[in-house]
């Protein structure tokens, strides 16, 4: 079965410096990944996706992601972070047993301090 | 702008009384999901629909329903809300079945009194 995880709950950075929020999955074939970014009382918003090519992905906002098959990760970066990048990130999986679905991770709450 | 839109924004019901969030899109998407999120965890898709064929997922309750008038348009019907039916229901579209991104509504909040 497909899965991604978020080890961390809460990553906090001071603003400016880069940012990094942690992605593994576990797929049985090739993985198509997804993050989204969902802010205060608002519907989540699709940041960049993998689905095959280039490594490094880029997306909305300044943010980029990168693949790395043999660590089975999929890291969402930033050079560097803005107060307004504050909110709540969602690492995702597409669903090999329903095309049409994917799989979110537990999320994890980025914290920009001025 | 083609987007996605949720109305309300706040729906207030009362314990057992029948409530219908409803969802728009103008981005002329064949697949439409409810999903429901509570407390800043990760969305739990409820239903999903590929065109006119309705998927519910085995964990959904059978006190939520839904229903796909035309494409533009889906609803979500709560037959007899519970207190633990207090949500952030959101609506989401995509292309069709290979196309991975979902693209999402603002969310409805759902509070039961």
């Known amino acids: 079965a497909q899965s991604v995880a978020q080890p961390e709950d809460q990553v906090n950075v001071a603003e400016g410096n880069p940012l990094t929020v942690k992605c593994t999955y576990s797929?049985?074939?090739?993985?198509?990944l997804f993050w989204y970014v969902q802010y205060p009382n608002r519907g989540l918003q699709f940041l960049l996706k993998y689905i095959t090519g280039d490594n490094l992905v880029k997306g909305s906002y300044g943010f980029e992601a990168e693949f790395n098959k043999s660590q089975t990760s999929f890291h969402l970066k930033k050079p560097s972070a803005l107060v307004s990048d504050s909110a709540l990130y969602f690492c995702?999986?597409?669903?090999?047993?329903?095309?049409?679905?994917?799989?979110f991770g537990s999320g994890t709450r980025l914290s920009i301090r001025p | 702008d083609a987007m996605v839109i949720q109305n309300p924004r706040y729906q207030v019901t009362q314990f057992g009384k029948p409530v219908t969030l409803s969802c728009s899109q103008t981005l002329n998407h064949n697949v439409m999901y409810w999903y429901q999120q509570k407390s800043s965890q990760a969305p739990k898709l409820l239903f999903h629909?590929?065109?006119?064929?309705?998927?519910n997922e085995a964990d959904t309750p059978d006190n939520f329903q839904s229903r796909r008038p035309n494409t533009s348009f889906c609803f979500l019907d709560i037959r007899s809300p519970g207190l633990g039916d207090a949500a952030m229901y959101l609506c989401?579209?995509?292309?069709?079945?290979?196309?991975?991104?979902?693209?999402f509504g603002p969310g409805t909040r759902l509070t039961v009194t």
């Open positions: 629909y590929y065109d006119k064929d309705f998927n």
């Open positions: 989401a579209t995509s292309r069709d079945r290979r196309e991975g991104e979902q693209y």
């Open positions: 995702a999986v597409r669903d090999y047993s329903s095309a049409s679905k994917i799989i």
């Open positions: 797929v049985s074939g090739n993985p198509y």
